[in-house]
């Protein structure tokens, strides 16, 4: 089976992939950029471990919306 690698963007932390699985949970981002920004026709990719994300997101004046998922079984 191939290994696949994740690096974070940030911290360049590599995130292996086994089988298909990640080893370690990350933040993926895939933003296509449209008109009326300066990047239209670009697609813009990245990834971060979860540290740096929790690094970003303490940056914020607003804090991130958090939603709970209540299991259902
Ligand atoms: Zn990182």
Redesign the pocket.
Same mark, same amino acid.
Do not use: I, L, T
């Given at each position: 089976m191939a290994v696949e690698k994740i690096f #974070?963007?940030? %911290?360049?932390?590599e995130i292996e992939i086994k089988d298909g699985i990640l080893k370690k949970d990350l933040f993926e981002v895939t933003k296509e950029w449209g008109f009326f920004s300066n990047k239209d026709l670009e697609i813009h990719k990245f990834a971060? %471990?979860?540290? #740096?994300?929790d690094k970003l997101i303490e940056s914020f004046k607003i804090p991130v919306q958090i939603i709970r998922k209540t299991e259902i079984l």
């Open positions: #974070c963007n940030v %911290c360049g932390q971060m %471990c979860e540290a #740096c994300y």
